[in-house]
């Protein structure tokens, strides 16, 4: 049992490219969502989404993308790379409503943007 | 608006009690939370306490909750060096999931 899997482990960006962060999970769960973490801030939600084509912004959308094609699925994408964006970014998912579950989280993809 | 407040640092001697503190915003939230983030991992759920009650113990951890104050703690009793960790607050808020910036656990010998 996989879990939640997050690829790349690793990703290095010029300022300006685009590049899709990828989340998948095997447990059926309805719910997905991305967070960020940054030295002194903690964990900010970015977008999630409580089941298959639904998606809605967390604290911190602004520069990123996000689709709900799949229950397994949940890509984060960034359309043009900012320094500020440089992150580690984490998928979590749960099996019901985000707010009443236990997050499951993925390892991380650790984004710098140069 | 959405905040989740807890002190970034915490050292404490092993075999001692380690108490994180944390407040929180929402007076509605259903359930709060606390996580563990080990070096180089993705967070964890540790433990979790719904909002009607005042506190929960699990072993060597006890969850206090004051709703008034919108106060919650985490103690955690014997600890140990496996405890060194980030332990981050949260809160259920509608569909939502908000943490704290975490508190670093650091034991010392």
């Known amino acids: 049992n996989a879990g939640v899997t997050q690829t790349p482990k690793f990703q290095v960006l010029k300022t300006g490219q685009s590049m899709t962060l990828q989340c998948a999970q095997d447990m059926n769960h309805e719910y997905m969502s991305w967070y960020r973490q940054d030295p002194g801030m903690g964990l900010r939600l970015i977008h999630y989404s409580v089941g298959a084509g639904i998606t809605d912004q967390g604290e911190v959308p602004n520069g990123y993308n996000v689709s709900r094609s799949t229950t397994e699925d949940f890509p984060l994408r960034l359309l043009s790379a900012a320094p500020s964006q440089t992150s580690v970014y984490f998928c979590?998912?749960?099996?019901?409503?985000?707010?009443?579950?236990?997050?499951?989280f993925g390892s991380g993809t650790q984004l710098s943007v140069l | 608006g959405e905040d989740v407040e807890q002190s970034l640092f915490l050292s404490v001697r092993e075999g001692d009690s380690s108490v994180i503190n944390c407040t929180y915003t929402?007076?509605?939230?259903?359930?709060l939370y606390w996580y563990k983030q080990e070096p180089g991992a993705g967070l964890q759920l540790l433990t979790y306490?719904?909002?009607?009650?005042d506190m929960k113990q699990d072993q060597r951890l006890t969850v206090l909750l004051n709703k008034k104050d919108k106060h919650l703690s985490l103690r955690i009793a014997d600890t140990q060096t496996g405890d060194s960790a980030i332990y981050f607050c949260?809160?259920?808020?509608?569909?939502?999931?908000?943490f704290g910036k975490g508190t670093r656990l650091h034991i010392l010998p």
């Open positions: 949260a809160e259920s808020m509608d569909d939502k999931i908000i």
């Open positions: 929402d007076s509605s939230s259903t359930y």
């Open positions: 979590a998912s749960s099996y019901g409503r985000g707010g009443n579950e236990k997050l499951f």
């Open positions: 306490i719904f909002s009607n009650m």
